[in-house]
Structures are given as C-alpha cells and as structure tokens.
C-alpha cells in the first residue's frame, strides 16, 4: 500500500475500518472512487456526513429518525393499539421488510444481561411502562431474539406487564422455512410442538 499517494492510503485505511471490509476490498472501493464522478463521490461523502448530522433517535419508539418522531410513529395508517417490542433499530427493519406487521414499535436498545452488567435499568423499559399506562396499547408483541437473554428479557416485561390491561404475547418460534426436522436442535423443535397451530 506504501505505493499509494498519501490520500489514497488514507481513504483505504478508512474504508477498512468499515465492518466486513479487508485492505483488499477497501483498496479495490478506493480505487472505484477515484474513478468515479466528482460528483457521485462528494454525494458519497455527504450522505455520510448527512447521517452522522441528523439521524436520531425517535422519541416515541427509539427507532432511527431523521427528526424528533420517526416516519412509522407518524404514519396514520398504522394500528396504535399495537407495540412490537424489539432489540436494536435493525431488528425493526427485519420486521418491516416481512411487510406483515401495521403496528407500532419500541426499540429497547439491548436484552438484560447480568454477565455483562445489563440490568433493566440500561433498557429503555420505563419508556415502555409508561407507553403502555397511557392506554393507547392494546397489545404488546414480544419480538427479542430466542437466545438465553433475549427471553429473560421477554420474561421479565411480561412479568412486568402482567395485571396490566393490555394484552401481552411472544412472537413463535420453530422449524425454519425449509428446515429438516432430523437437523434441527431438541430446543427449537420443542417450541415449534408447543407452539404448534390448527391445520
Ligand atoms: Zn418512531
């Protein structure tokens, strides 16, 4: 790489900083860059820069927001009564991609783990509390992942939530689409015989 004029090395030693990208890939972007268009390269850089200077979180659902309340919390077309309680902001992109669910959501920014330190506190569940004793909720959907701290975490807020008038349910969990049952592990074909449904 020492061959490179000092601001092509500069931009590779930036690009492979990026998740999933070696020197290879970064030196190959780089070189993509400097081929390209002034101005398909400073919309590049912008767009960066943009992201950094405006995107927040969402008051209402901590989602990724351009401004103070995010596109979905704002679309009148979607079901207020419902909450899907998810992880991380990808996680709701996830479900939004599915294209199945209308309702609203509540990101809570991580699961409860002890060995790391994460207590409820380090969520944003008093958020949640307090949007559900608003009495706009009717139902809660418990989306966080099926490992070991994603259902403690789903445990604790229904737990929680439980005496509470809202309705409060786990998304299921089973055989993936295409999935062998002589491959798939005891634990995941247990929940798929629990949460079996009616034909
Ligand atoms: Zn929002």
Request: net charge positive; aromatic share 4%; proline share 5%.
């Amino acid at each position: 790489m020492q061959h490179y004029p000092k601001s092509i090395r500069n931009l590779i030693r930036q690009l492979s900083r990026l998740p999933g990208i070696g020197e290879k890939t970064a030196e190959r972007l780089a070189m993509h860059v400097l081929k390209a268009p002034a101005d398909q390269a400073q919309a590049l850089a912008e767009s960066i820069l943009q992201v950094k200077r405006s995107v927040q979180h969402c008051q209402q659902c901590f989602g990724l927001s351009d401004g103070p309340v995010c596109q979905i919390c704002q679309d009148p077309g979607r079901d207020r009564d419902l909450v899907c309680v998810v992880e991380q902001p990808a996680d709701m992109m996830s479900v939004e991609k599915a294209g199945c669910f209308k309702g609203l959501y509540h990101i809570l920014g991580g699961v409860l783990s002890p060995m790391d330190g994460i207590g409820p506190d380090r969520l944003r569940l008093e958020q949640l509390w307090r949007r559900v004793d608003s009495g706009q909720v009717k139902e809660v959907i418990l989306a966080t992942s099926t490992s070991v701290e994603g259902e403690a975490t789903a445990s604790f807020i229904a737990q929680r939530l439980a005496g509470r008038p809202v309705k409060v349910s786990r998304i299921a969990s089973g055989i993936p689409m295409g999935g062998d049952i002589k491959y798939v592990d005891q634990m995941t074909l247990k929940r798929a015989i629990w949460g079996r449904h009616a034909c």
